[in-house]
C-alpha cells in the first residue's frame, strides 16, 4: 500500500498546468491510451454522455486560438482534446447504453429493461437545463481520470475552460452533431523555458482540505 500511495503522489506532485510546451510531439500510441483512460472513467449511471475530440491539427487549433483568449499553448501543444457534452439527454441515451450493454455483456436487453426504465425516468425528471449540467458534470470526471493518467505517465498536460465556447462550437462544427464544448485539455512536454515546472506546487493543507465527521458511539 505505501509503495501504491507514493506512485500516486509522486505523480500528482510532478504534474501542474503546463504554461509552455516543447515542440516535441506525443506519439498516437501515447495520445490513444489517454483517451482510453478517459472512455473507461467513471460516469453516472455508465451512460457517458461527451464525446472526445481529438485535434493534432495545426490548421485547426490556429482557428481555435483567437477564442481561446491569448493561450498560445492551445496552438504550441502536441495535442488538443475538446470534451463536448452530449445536447440531447433523454431516452436515446439510455437506449443507446442499453444496445452496448447487449453487445458487451451477451444478454437480451429485457435483462435490463426494469433499470432502464428507471434510467429514462430519472433523465426524463430533469429540465433542460439540469440536463445539460449533468452532461457536463460528466465530462469533467472523465477530464480528471485524464489528466491523472497522463501524470502517471508523466505526460504534461493543462485542462482549460477559458474558451468562447460557441466559437468552438462553431469551428468544430459541433452543433450538427448535438454536442456543445465543455472543457479543453491540451497534451505534450513541458518547456525547458517554463519558468512554472520547478515551483512549489500551491494547495491548502491537508486540514484545512477535509472535514472529518467522526461517528458517535451511542
Known sequence: MKRQSALIHSALDWRYAVREFSPEKLNAQTVDTLIDAARKSASSYGLQPYKVILIDSEAVRRDLLPYSFGQQKVLDCSHLLVFAADTRIGDQTVERYVEQYVKVRGVPAEEIAGYANHMKQALASKSLVEKREWAHQQCYIALGTLLMAAAVLEIDSCPMTGIDNTAY????????????????????????????????????????????????SS
Not at 178 to 202: F, P
Open 169 to 216: 462550437d462553431e469551428i468544430l462544427g459541433l452543433t450538427d452533431q448535438g454536442l456543445e464544448t465543455s472543457a479543453i485539455v491540451a497534451l505534450g512536454h513541458r518547456s525547458a523555458r517554463d519558468q512554472s515546472r520547478e515551483l512549489a506546487k500551491v494547495r491548502f493543507d491537508f486540514e484545512d482540505f477535509v472535514i472529518k465527521l467522526q461517528r458517535q
